[in-house]
């Protein structure tokens, strides 16, 4: 069977304050090109479909469409929720979904056979997927409880409970002439971030070990982080990464979608087909001359100007580079923390002379922003 395993479209993400929605419609248009030319009999969607748990209604519609079409190649789709989606307003729209034959999962349900999805290729391949939506660290423990598996303790992990849920979720794979697949959206352990993932949900306890995947699993399709890459574990574990650079730490990914083939006695063959039709993000670095002289690269722009902070910096940056999302002092220049003048002391100092004290430490020398404070001071205090 041919796998299409995408994932992280964080559609209706807006990038410091600069809407992409017409470059999710050509992402996702361009994700539906792969399907239509690669016929897969079956397309994951890892979770994260939008950027936000209240998506706007036209992000709702790109997503719907988007799943539709993909279905129309003669796929079958299984789509899941990730951090950033809301599980139960993805769970409304069971009814829409199952009635376009896609199988979407929100959030983990008090019956495991939901998860579990069963599907036969149009070469007679059988196939079963297990399927499990994002788990916050709050439900995980619900989840095994809920499964009426090992009491949970205070002292267990949310690797622990996330390992007995894939373990119920994956006792069925037991027979020889089936291929077996997961689906899930969590962060491993020794996997790299893209660099625009919510840390909170990447870090800490929330990293699992590959070992909560079965070794009879032919293929792990993850999603939750932005950088396609291949997971070391005791089955084939991946994340596809996100088809579209979702914030500036990612301008080095290549935005990709992964194809995987594989039956139930060979192991899986994969390959990466890039997505080029998002809008590139760049980093530039100059001073207003040197940014004034260069040509400026194509796409988003992250500035690091290096000049001294003062009022009015900005625009003139703007003034350059029209299409700059993010302008900022370049890190280069700021003065590490306790170094240059002494920092100030808050007992028995005015406001005045502690925003003054700050600017000082900040390298910040322009005399209008401190007349401007004490203007604005003055009338907050009458």
Known sequence: MKILHTSDWHVGK?????????EHKQVLANVIEIAVAERPDLVIVAGDLYDTAAPTPEATRLVTRALTALRRTGADVVAIGGNHDNGQALDALRPWAEAAGITLRGSVLANPAEHVVDGVTRDGERWQLAALPFLSQRYAVRAVEMYELTAAEATQTYADHLGRVLTRLTEGFTEPDRVHLVTAHLTVVGASTGGGERDAHTVLGYAVPATVFPTTAHYVALGHLHRSQRVIGPCPVRYSGSPIAVDFGEQENVPSVTLVEVTARTAAQVREVPVPAAVPLRTVRGTLAQLAEATPPEGWLRVFVREQPRAGLREEVQE??????????DPDLVPAPGSGTRMAQRAGRSPRELFADYLDSRGHDDDGVRDLFDELFEEVER
């Not at 807006?14 to 017409?22: A, H, I």
């Open 14 to 22: 807006v990038l410091k304050g600069q809407s992409r929605v017409d």
């Open 320 to 329: 350059l580079l029209p299409r700059a999302l993010e302008i900022r002092i």
